[in-house]
């Protein structure tokens, strides 16, 4: 695990009577990834993530924030959909509706990232989640027996999002990473717009949150 620190400038006075300016270092830190996975279930139009539920798949511990030692920073936010138990997700002729609710929940909804109760960032799920590819279902005619059908075809989907920097990650890299304090709350809310209808193909598949954070070391560690 490798330590960094945030470097802050500060003016000091030299012997002479003249000013300096130095680079002190701040306090050590690590980054982490946090991952919360919840269920898509159909008839839900509102997720909840980090919040230490039942059911919840999860590489965090509990308390008043999901945060290493319950503080740190936010640095990055984006989203990832897998198959049941984590799984791959598994796309043939009777499973193809799965595609379709994905695209649907990732076209529709919007995520909400709170410290403390208070909103910090307002996000459409799109620009933070990889598109799935178009699909071209063959079409049966006649009644040919003893023959295999051809596979569904795809083509891939160019990744869209005004928050692309210096890679193809589907992200947003906060250019100044968000504060959590040991008291505050860190809330992640997924909502489905109104009028979109989710059929029940893809239930039991997960979505997945996750979180890029600067976590930081408590004040018991020992020197390295």
Known sequence: MSRRTHGKSATVKNPDGTTSRVRKPGSEFY???LFSGTKIDSLKRSYSFFRNLPGEIKNY???TNPLPNNFGKVALLYFGITGPDFGA???NE??????DVIERIRNSASVTLKTG????HIEAL???LEPLPFLFRTTDVGTASNTVRPAIQAVSRKTHSAWIKRSDALVVPFESPLPVKTS???ELELTIADGVTIPNYADGHYLVA???VEAFFSNGKAER
């Open 31 to 33: 980054y982490k990834t």
């Open 61 to 63: 511990e509990g308390g």
């Open 89 to 91: 997700i598994s796309i």
């Open 94 to 99: 009777a499973t193809v509706g799965i595609a």
């Open 117 to 120: 109760g208070d909103v910090n």
């Open 126 to 128: 799109r620009n933070i």
């Open 184 to 186: 505050e709350s860190l």
């Open 210 to 212: 996750y979180l890029g």
